[in-house]
């Protein structure tokens, strides 16, 4: 049942930073002890997180309160007589309403520019002509149209996705008929996303809905609308303009190869990977590079932070320097000339950090400034110009470096990243029958014992990186790993998205990646690119064998560290979708117990997914193990696998498969593998 540690969280009064901070208290060194950084800010504060705000029982949507509630006692209800119950449902609706808002902007974004692109508004032109036909079907456009007909009929579909406001949002079509149907029976097939989040945050205002299993339903309906729209929009057009992720090898972490000590180093931070698009293409401009080379640096070099740079890395193998918790870290190299940032997850305190050094902050878009921050608007209209313009104040700050503050670490990592649903597809069904179905065979012959998919953020107030110790229990237990976001960054770091990592699989996973000379854990983009897996798992339903409905495939989610809204929405979208999702080191609904045992059990009864709470690798692996256990017992293809731990020879094989000479196997190192470079010079 519920875990009632969890419910006043995870920090102790003083707490020294953990293990997760090692390489960044070494370069936090450059910084002075009155610098306030994120874990010296979390180490100062000296106080637990809010136990009234981490259980959901804060009431503040009016202004008789805030009323701090208690669920079974009377006399603290809210003033208006809300309980528990109400407030925190309401508090987790609301958080399922922001995160869908800003996946969906990010993708309203998206299809306006393809829709400006396809009106020769802009100059973006669509790049990935193969995938095209099949997202004009999946926006309910007719495929055989004459192309110019085609794109703008699908930029029209794409913008109605936000504004439709009856009917169902088309991408939901695109899920297994029993699913949809499901919700269609429940009642929460999304409209239109703008009206979704809008009656949300309505029916969560005072006096509105008050029955917290309707709230809940409504907060189903409206993460439907982040995962089968707004982020599905922003992956498969991104993915049209910006080319579709194929395997491509780069490299990860605050190190020397992502960090150039005699370039110009420029960090792109936030969610839009347009604007990282044009920087990328204006950082080979000659004039740029003559004007780099005359305060004597050797050209541009681009690194990413956060989901932007989960974005470059996928589709142009530009390496990332960090996760969230890594961004001051960057910055404290003394290395970086510039941090471009656009929005999300992009915290105030990176201009403090940068004010003790020369790297100028640039906000790009309107709706996120910062003090301190040099602004400079990105137009799409005016892409590379603007780009030119950015790196003009890098360069500009270049003689500024001060060589006695930079300190970059010998310790980046080489990855291989990039795999999209239609890649695995590719690699897994091998060059000539590109197909799931080889995935679905050997998870019914138990090669594979299930799928897990490790999402979301890296949170200060976690000690160690929960993730690793997780992904390697797993793969230990041959389930194949998915990762997206932060938890991506903190896996390639770790080692285990390079195809030697392999070895730490158990026998019969480490069979099928090695013949394919894939990483056990698969990088399949950023937070919006979650979609992608709505769309595999469909995949690996329709080629059969593994039952009808996405509950049913013997696979599990995960998002050990979650700090963002944007991870409720996500986690409660493939929960709504058939899957189990595990929240660590703590959940939102604690508060409540009759709230979150709607959300860990109720709902399963409706869509098959339900919602659980861990706080340490070993109680995810056993949750998730289990529930990929219990899909495979009701399917019938369970055959006894004895679990295994990951024991320290194999954690001490890891170490040196770091170093080990580079990939092999087919899949990752056959012609469809990209190497960084030849893809930015191409
Ligand atoms: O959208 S994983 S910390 S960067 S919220 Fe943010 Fe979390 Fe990172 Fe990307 Ni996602």
Known sequence: MIDERARFGEVKKGKKPGVQFKVAEELYQSLKEDVLTAPKRVERRGTLPCAFGKGGTCCRVCNMGPCQVVEGVEELRGVCGASAATVVARNFARMVAAGTSAHSDHGRHVAKLFYEAVHGEVPFEVR??????????????????????????????????????????????????????????????????????????????????????????????????????????????????????????????????????????????????????????????????????KVGAKGINLSGICCTGNEVLMRKGIPVAGSFIQQEVAIATGALEAVVVDVQCIMQNITEVARHFHTAVITTSPIAKMEGAVHIPFDEKRAIDVAKEILKVAIERYPQRDPAKVRIPDSSIDVVVGFSHEAIMYILGGRFRASYKPLNENIINGKIRGIAAIVGCDNYRVDEPIQVELAKELIANNVLVLATGCSA???????????????????????????????????????????????????????????????????VGCAPQWMSEKAVAIGMYFVTSGVQVVFGPDFPTLGSKVVTDFLFYEIEKYFGGSWRVARTANEFANIMIDRIDFGRRNLGIDKPKPRVLFDMAMRRALDSARYAPPFHGLGCFGPHTVRAEEKQES
């Open 128 to 293: 990935d002509k193969r995938k095209l036909r099949v997202v004009a079907q999946a926006l309910g456009v007719d495929p055989s149209l004459p192309e110019d007909e085609m794109l703008k009929r699908m930029a029209e579909s794409a913008l109605q996705i936000f504004s439709q406001q009856e009917g169902e949002i088309v991408l939901t079509h695109r899920a297994p008929k029993p699913l949809l149907e499901k919700w269609r029976k429940y009642g929460v097939v999304p409209r239109g996303v703008d009206r979704e989040v809008v009656e949300l945050i309505h029916r969560t205002t005072i006096g509105v809905d008050q029955d917290y299993r309707n709230i809940l339903m409504g907060a189903a309906r409206c993460s439907l609308a982040d995962g089968w729209g707004g982020s599905m929009v922003a992956t498969e057009l991104q993915d049209l303009l910006l080319g579709n992720p194929q395997p491509i090898r780069a490299k990860v972490n605050i190190g020397l190869g992502v960090l150039k000590p005699d370039h110009v180093n420029v960090a792109v931070h936030g969610h839009d990977p347009l604007l990282a698009d044009a920087l990328v293409m204006a950082s080979y401009d000659p004039e740029i590079l003559s004007l780099a080379k």
């Open 489 to 555: 960054t903190q896996l390639a770091i770790a080692g285990l998205l390079s195809p030697e990592a392999a070895e730490l699989a158990g026998p019969g996973l480490r069979e099928v990646l090695e013949a394919v000379g894939c990483p056990p854990v698969l990088h399949m983009g950023a937070c919006v690119d979650n979609s992608r897996i709505l769309i595999a798992a469909t995949e690996v339903v329709h080629t059969g064998g593994l039952g009808e409905d996405i509950y049913q495939i013997p696979a």
